[in-house]
T-cell receptor
């Protein structure tokens, strides 16, 4: 079974530029998550989708971050304009309802963003 | 904020059991204990979860105290590849926002030859 795919793996941009990250979840996983992980900290949830609808975006800085999940499969996270403090690893994860009540999340390798 | 407390770091000799503790004294009756780990430059990986009974799978064992205020993740025969940051997370077992993962800083486990 293929895992969660993310691209690019690395990105370097200057502040005030824009950037976009792409995620392809595991086939059949209805729920998709985007996390931000700053160096030395645990991942922090930015947004959660159920199919193509937003479930939770309470921690997404909406003045500069946006995300979409068209057709309920792939997702894109965009930052515009980027700030120095956006330097982090951006992780995508997906999960599905096993029917047992378990909701393990499966994570992709992440995109490391450096803003200079 | 994370609802768990973990030691920031631990060492373990290769081949020995690694016992990673976690305190979750404010856990509520319907919250589960989940463990994830993150190997350097990779995304977090699910390990195991439990409600109140001890659990075992091919990766690890989870021991939850009777009062559910603490738990221990056991890697029975640690290898160098088990070197990672281990996260203990308390969460509801829902797919909606109530069941979201809230990561703390975890425990950095170093397995040494």
């Amino acid at each position: 079974e293929a895992g969660v795919a993310q691209s690019p793996r690395y990105k370097i941009i200057e502040k005030r530029q824009s950037v976009a990250f792409w995620c392809n979840p595991i086939s059949g996983h209805a729920t998709l998550y985007w996390y931000q992980q700053i160096l030395g900290q645990g991942p922090k949830l930015l947004i959660q989708f159920q199919n193509n609808g937003v479930v939770d975006d309470s921690q997404l800085p909406k003045d500069r971050f946006s995300a979409e999940r068209l057709k309920g499969v792939d997702s894109t996270l965009k930052i515009q304009p980027a700030k120095l403090e956006d330097s982090a690893v951006y992780l995508c994860a997906s999960s599905f309802n096993r029917g047992t009540g378990a909701y393990e999340q499966y994570f992709g390798p992440g995109t490391r963003l450096t803003v200079t | 904020d994370a609802k768990t407390t973990q030691p920031p770091s631990m060492d373990c000799a290769e081949g020995r059991a690694a016992n990673l503790p976690c305190n979750h004294s404010t856990i509520s009756g319907n919250e589960y204990v989940y463990w994830y780990r993150q190997i350097h430059s990779q995304g977090p990986q699910y390990i195991i979860h439990g409600l109140k009974n001890n659990e075992t799978n091919e990766m690890a064992s989870l021991i939850i105290t009777e009062d559910r205020k603490s738990s221990t993740l056991i890697l029975p025969h640690a290898t160098l590849r088990d070197t990672a940051v281990y996260y203990c997370i308390v969460r509801l077992n829902y797919g909606g926002s109530q069941g979201n993962l809230i990561f703390g800083k975890g425990t950095k486990l170093s397995v040494k030859p």
